[in-house]
Each structure stands twice: as structure tokens, then as C-alpha cells.
């Protein structure tokens, strides 16, 4: 019979590495953006989202808070950090326009959190409240990122083009959201990871079957109509804890 606290402790750690992959994988346009030295038309809101995600995981994961969830700790403080330096970056090469909206929504996340923070600590008392208050709004925020490619999956029906899907985003989607669903069940249940992930590995799903659909299909919108659409970069957010397109 397998110890159930060490099959957890697998799950949670493979999760991990899919996440730290999905954390990494805008690095290439970031670094695209100090090549170039210019953000050109990229937005910095995905990450502005995530930013807000992983504090509110971190926040979860601590022991005051919702004990025995280590490995939702570690990974959301790896996206954080993440998120910081790419939304460096941005600031850095981002015209006075950029800069000042990433101060303002940085400001206005850290007076959020700050506000929630202070009123589980000093209003709620043991870890059941707190985790009820934070696990709900951190359920809240993931979820938005993962039904944020609902806009891309509503393109690849309309033109009957993958073009703006990436597979392997899409796989590590759902790879993702079902191993933080798997890590959930596994006692001691955590249903606040489980609602987000579950809806994470369910839309993970629906990408896929919709590539496979639609992969071999071409449109000829995707030589005459999107000539002019540029993505402005993707990011999955998930991750237990957190993913965002």
C-alpha cells in the first residue's frame, strides 16, 4: 500500500516542475524585448494578473493559514519571483505610458492583498476561516486565468485554425491542471486546489481536443485575415496553483 502523505509529496513535485516550465516558458519574449530594447506591442497584463495569483497561493500555503501545503508554498513563491522579473523587464524598456500602469496596478494589488492579509489575520481566527477566505479568492483569481484562453479557443472554431493555440502550452495545460487536481484528492483533501485545477485540467482538455480537430484544417484566413494579428505573448498562469494565456 503507498503511503499516501509520500504519493502526495510526488504528485506535488512533479506539479512543481510542470509549473516552474509554465512560469519560464515567456522568457523567450522577454528576452526578445531586451534584444530589441522596446516592449513594441506587448502588454504586461497577463503578468500584472499572476503577480496577484501567486501572493494569494503563497499566502494559502502558509502554515497559519492552510497547513500541509509545502509544495503550493514553494512553487507560487518561484512564479512570484518570476513575474517580478519579467514585470522588471517590461518597466525597463515600457514607455512612461507603460511604466506608470504598471506602478498604479502594482499598487493597487499590494493595498488589495495587504487589506485581506490584515483582516484574516487579525479577524479570522484558526486555520479553517483563514483558509476558507483566502482559498476562496485565490480560487477566484486562478480560475480566471485558466478560462482566459476561452477567447483563443472562440478563434480556432471561428477561422478553423491552431495557429493562435500553441500545442505544447496546451498540453502543459492540462498536464498541469491534473496534477494539482490528483495532488488535491490525495489526503488530506484540499478542495480549494482541486475547484481551480479541476476547471485548469478540464480546460486543458478542451484545448487539446479542439487542436485535434481543427490541426489539420487550414484556413485561408491564416494567409489572408491575420496578417495583422500579432500575439502579444502568452503565459499560462496556473498554478495550483496559477496559469494564464
Known amino acids: 500500500m503507498v503511503n499516501p502523505a509520500i504519493a502526495r509529496n510526488v504528485v506535488g513535485i512533479i506539479g512543481n516542475v510542470i509549473s516552474f516550465g509554465l512560469f519560464f516558458s515567456p522568457a523567450p519574449t522577454f528576452y526578445g524585448i531586451v534584444k530589441k530594447k522596446s516592449v513594441e506591442e506587448f502588454k504586461p497584463d497577463p503578468y500584472l494578473a499572476t503577480v496577484l495569483n501567486c501572493a494569494f497561493w503563497v499566502f494559502y500555503g502558509m502554515p497559519f493559514v492552510h497547513p500541509n501545503s509545502i509544495l503550493v508554498l514553494t512553487i507560487n513563491s518561484v512564479g512570484l519571483v518570476f513575474e517580478f522579473f519579467y514585470l522588471t523587464i517590461y518597466y525597463i524598456y515600457a514607455t512612461n505610458k507603460g511604466r506608470k500602469k504598471v506602478l498604479i496596478f502594482l499598487l493597487i494589488e499590494l493595498i488589495f492583498f495587504a487589506a485581506v492579509a490584515l483582516v484574516t489575520m487579525l479577524a479570522l481566527h484558526g486555520t479553517k476561516k483563514r483558509s476558507l477566505v483566502v482559498g476562496i479568492l485565490s480560487d477566484i483569481f486562478n480560475v480566471m486565468m485558466y478560462v482566459s484562453p476561452l477567447t483563443v479557443m472562440a478563434k480556432v472554431i471561428k477561422t478553423k485554425s491552431v495557429k493562435y493555440m500553441p500545442f505544447w502550452l496546451s498540453v502543459a495545460n492540462f498536464l498541469n491542471g491534473l496534477c494539482w487536481t490528483t495532488y488535491a484528492l490525495i489526503h488530506p483533501f484540499d478542495l480549494y486546489v482541486l475547484i481551480s485545477n ?21 484556413s485561408e484566413k491564416d494567409d489572408d485575415g491575420d496578417h495583422d494579428l500579432k500575439p502579444a505573448g502568452v503565459q499560462l498562469s496556473n498554478i495550483n496553483g496559477t496559469v494564464a494565456v
Open 198 to 218: 479541476g476547471i485548469g485540467a478540464i480546460s486543458g482538455l478542451v484545448q487539446l481536443l479542439l487542436y485535434a480537430c481543427y490541426c489539420s484544417c487550414k
